[in-house]
Nanobody, 117 residues
Framework: QVQLAESGGGLVQAGGSLALSCVASGSIFRPNIMGWYRQAPGKQRELVATMSSGSTTNYADSVKGRFTISRDNAKNMVFLQMSSLKPEDTAVYYC???????????WGQGTRVTVSS
């Protein structure tokens, strides 16, 4: 079993920055993909950014150039640096890890990000 714990959410003004962290514990196998998804009120959960254990990244078009994903494989952590935040970035952000072998995926509880205009 894998547990994920996010931290770093909060309230920030538009144009500001915020950093999210996620640590995974349990039986984490590689190769895998770790990443961030978000769900705004009344909307479906959507991909924000992912990064494979081989460092391949994937970003949603809406965050390209503003958000940066990184990870520390030794510590089983993934980070999301968010800059130039917009009110439309307001959402609950979820950490995710997916094994590329078994395709098993795990989710964190989420951390809320609110961007005020």
């Amino acid at each position: 079993q894998v547990q994920l714990a996010e931290s770093g959410g909060g309230l920030v003004q538009a144009g500001g920055s915020l950093a999210l962290s996620c640590v995974a514990s349990g039986s984490i196998f590689r190769p895998n993909i770790m990443g961030w998804y978000r769900q705004a009120p009344g909307k479906q959960r959507e991909l924000v950014a992912t990064m494979s254990s081989g460092s391949t990244t994937n970003y949603a078009d809406s965050v390209k150039g503003r958000f940066t994903i990184s990870r520390d494989n030794a510590k089983n952590m993934v980070f999301l640096q968010m800059s130039s935040l917009k009110p439309e970035d307001t959402a609950v952000y979820y950490c995710n890890v997916r094994s590329l072998i078994s395709q098993n995926a795990y989710w964190g509880q989420g951390t809320r990000v609110t961007v005020s205009s």
